[in-house]
C-alpha cells in the first residue's frame, strides 16, 4: 500500500494559476502511472490528467492546453500546473496512483469569477 498527501489548493480568481502537489510515501512512479482527478459538489469524480512511468501524459478535453502534470522521481511528487483557471474549475482535486489504487485526501480549489 502507499499513501499520497496532496497539497497547494486554495482560493484564487479567475484567470490565475496554482501548483498541486501529491507525494507518496515511498518510491513508486517507476512503477505507477499516476493520475490527478477532481470531483465538484454533485458531480462524479472525472480523471483530468494522467503520466506514465516513462512520462507520457493525458488530459481531458476540458483542460488541455491549460494543465500540465509532471512528476519529480526524486522527490516522489507528482504537479498539476493549472493556469488560466475558470470558475468551472472549482473542485476537489485528487491524486491516485493507478497501480496500487490508492488516493489522496483531495485538496480543494476554488476559482472566484
Known amino acids: 500500500q502507499v499513501q499520497l498527501v496532496e497539497s497547494g489548493g486554495g482560493l484564487v480568481q479567475a484567470g490565475g494559476s496554482l501548483r498541486l502537489s501529491c507525494t507518496a510515501s515511498r518510491s513508486i512512479f517507476s512503477a505507477s502511472p499516476m493520475g490527478w482527478y477532481r470531483q465538484a459538489p454533485g458531480k462524479q469524480r472525472d480523471m483530468i490528467a494522467t503520466?506514465?512511468?516513462?512520462?507520457?501524459?493525458n488530459y481531458a478535453d476540458s483542460v488541455r492546453g491549460r494543465f500540465t502534470i509532471s512528476k519529480d522521481n526524486a522527490k516522489n511528487t507528482v504537479y498539476l500546473q493549472m493556469n488560466s483557471l475558470k470558475p468551472e474549475d472549482t473542485a476537489v482535486y485528487y491524486c491516485?496512483?493507478?497501480?496500487?489504487?490508492?488516493w489522496g485526501q483531495g485538496t480543494q480549489v476554488t476559482v472566484s469569477s
Open positions: 491516485r496512483s493507478l497501480a496500487y489504487n490508492s
Open positions: 503520466i506514465t512511468w516513462g512520462g507520457s501524459t
